[in-house]
């Protein structure tokens, strides 16, 4: 297990437009992740830590199939994005960029604040400030490749330099 994150809890149907807004994809990645969540947590942006987990419930990151809602919560320093359930396409762009996007519906017991770290590999998760211990589908070992290497195309990178 990883050192514990802080848990940022969100609801149902948080979507690529609020992660990253549609009016502002002229902007570079780091600027673009200032805006992140804003129009629900406005002190998100601001606030999150390497290492936070965010904790969400049904159909996290439905929209639009950009690449920077993933993006944005990579830079911000998000290790992991636990929901009972995804939109299938930000499930896909959130791997490609290194961040674990993980189906965990038992983690929505989870508080805003609480500290949570981490086994992918194993599949688990564990609650410091509750005690609880949440399951889930371990990662499978080439996704776990991708998101060691920070995403998908360091990932290919790696691998064409060595041939």
Not at 64 to 78: F, M, N, Y
Request: charge should be positive.
């Amino acid at each position: 297990m990883n050192e514990p994150g802080r848990v940022w809890r969100l609801g149902d149907r948080i979507d690529t437009d609020v992660l990253a807004p549609g009016s502002l994809m002229k902007l570079d990645a780091r600027t673009l992740a200032t805006h992140c969540l804003k129009s629900v947590r406005p002190d998100f942006a601001a606030q999150v830590r390497p290492g936070d987990v965010i904790v969400a419930d049904e159909a996290f990151g439905i929209g639009s199939s950009r690449e920077q809602a993933a993006i944005s919560l990579k830079v911000l320093g998000v290790r992991a994005v636990l929901a009972r359930s995804f939109a299938r396409i930000f499930f896909r762009n959130a791997f490609n960029q290194g961040l674990p996007a993980i189906i965990c519906p038992a983690a929505v017991t989870a508080r805003d604040g609480d500290r949570v770290s981490l086994d992918l590999a194993a599949g688990r998760a564990f609650n410091h400030s509750s005690g609880e211990a949440y399951e889930f589908a371990p990662i499978p070992e080439h996704l776990m490749r991708i998101v060691s290497a920070g995403g998908l195309m360091p990932y290919l990178k790696r691998t064409l330099e060595r041939g």
